[in-house]
């Protein structure tokens, strides 16, 4: 019904950037909050920016000034553009979205893409 597919991870050097892209896709109507959430190993998963569908955004505070979000409300994509990367940014990222559908509505997550950040 609803997919959505993550980016872009991988492996790069302390002070480098990445740029995450996720899409979503099925029968969406409408797609109000999309995200990023990250999960370290033996962590739990923590927000990292949200951006709802008028464009306003949120980001957890250790990636304030550092990362940025933005969306295609078009392309039912949402990206993430991560500067300055630190090793404690190395994670599993999640792509999050609130969709209504033609089946409903829910809740969606991608499968992850890991990013892994080397001192």
């Known amino acids: 019904q609803v997919q959505l597919v993550e980016s872009g991870g991988g492996l790069v050097q302390a002070g480098g950037s990445l740029r995450l892209s996720c899409q979503a896709s099925?029968?969406?109507?409408?797609?109000?909050?999309m995200g990023w959430y990250r999960q370290a190993p033996g962590k739990q998963r923590d927000l990292v920016a949200t951006?709802?569908?008028?464009?306003?955004?949120a980001y957890g505070d250790s990636v304030k000034g550092r990362f940025t979000i933005s969306r295609d409300n078009a392309k039912n994509t949402v990206y993430l553009k991560m500067d300055s990367l630190k090793p404690e940014d190395t994670a599993v990222y999640y792509c999050?979205?609130?969709?209504?559908?033609?089946?409903?509505?829910?809740?969606?997550w991608g499968q992850g893409t890991q990013v892994t950040v080397s001192s």
């Open positions: 951006v709802t569908s008028g464009g306003s955004i």
């Open positions: 099925g029968s969406i109507f409408r797609i109000n909050v």
């Open positions: 999050n979205g609130d969709i209504e559908h033609l089946y409903g509505s829910g809740h969606y």
